[in-house]
């Protein structure tokens, strides 16, 4: 079996979408397959939104992305963990390229992720996206918004490090290679652009320097990242995209209220 695994919180504008390509994507690639949103916190209609598009939903209040992706691995039941962020559009090529390659022996690895052309970010952001569009497939490395493993693989690990607040999948990439064989498909995925949105060119470059100079407390305290990576993502998937609009008008017009899944096993809650 498959595992898709969704962490989210307030998702409901990006979340419809990104359930529905993940749908379409399993059954052409034709295996047994679920879908685990795992609800960290959410005030809005995201669960109401993983239910009516038949995924599971796990409910923790970590507020800290590595407790929340380990905390649906946790609840999978596949031999094959695929982490997809709420705001990414995967495709069948993407996935069926993923899981040849860990038929033959890759423990995992990650997918170059595209913003699509038709969104709106600042030209700085358009021209670095450019410039790094094949560099994870030329240096074989990735983390970001698709990834994915065998099951054993990410146990040998210890899953994504929860002292990080950003770039966890960084670091659980490089913990994937330590393992064996990290994977690189050509085929990309789309993901949005509103993180981007939210910063200046000075500000990343503000962001290069902190790296250097205090890089503990830039990965492990929240408050470093907040505005950036904690802010409630309502107002920012898709910001220019009408069609998402409605889609999120629809979805929660729709979503029936059902008894909510519970993973097997429990978990501790900690607040961000």
């Known amino acids: 079996m498959i595992s898709f695994i969704v962490p989210a919180h307030n998702e409901q504008t990006c979340l419809g979408r ?19 949103v795992v609800d ?4 809005d209609a995201t669960a109401e939104i993983a239910r009516q598009n038949n995924a599971h939903v796990a409910s923790v209040n970590h507020r800290q992305i590595a407790a929340t992706r380990n905390s649906g691995a946790r609840a999978s039941s ?6 997809v962020d709420a705001d990414t559009i995967i495709n069948s090529r993407a996935v069926a390229s993923a899981m040849r390659a860990m038929d033959k022996g890759a423990v995992g690895g990650g997918g170059m992720t595209w913003v699509d052309k038709n969104e709106s970010v600042p030209l700085y952001a358009r021209l670095l996206l450019v410039l790094l569009a094949f560099a994870p497939k030329l240096v074989g490395f990735t983390g970001g918004a698709f990834m994915f493993c065998t099951r054993d693989g990410f146990y040998a690990t210890g899953g994504f490090n929860e002292r990080l607040y950003w770039a966890e999948e960084g670091g659980f990439a490089l913990a994937l290679k330590r393992q064996g064989r990290f994977f690189v498909p050509w085929e990309h995925v789309l993901t949005s652009g509103r993180r981007l949105r939210t910063m200046s060119a ?8 902190r790296m250097i100079f205090s890089p503990v407390k830039l990965f492990t305290q929240r408050s470093s990242v ?10 920012l998937c898709h910001r220019n995209d009408q069609r998402d609009r409605t889609a999120k008008t629809v979805n929660i017009a729709a979503a029936e209220t059902t008894t909510e899944w519970r993973p097997k096993r429990c978990y501790t809650s900690r607040s961000g």
Not at 202 to 209: A, D, E, H, I, S
Not at 226 to 235: D, P
């Open 18 to 36: 990104t359930l529905q390509a993940i749908q379409e994507s399993a059954r052409v690639i034709g295996q047994p397959f679920e879908i685990i």
């Open 40 to 43: 960290d916190a959410s005030t």
């Open 78 to 83: 596949g031999e094959r963990f695929f982490f």
């Open 202 to 209: 000075v500000q990343l470059l503000g962001g290069g320097v």
């Open 226 to 235: 907040q505005k950036v990576w904690y802010k409630s993502a309502n107002s």
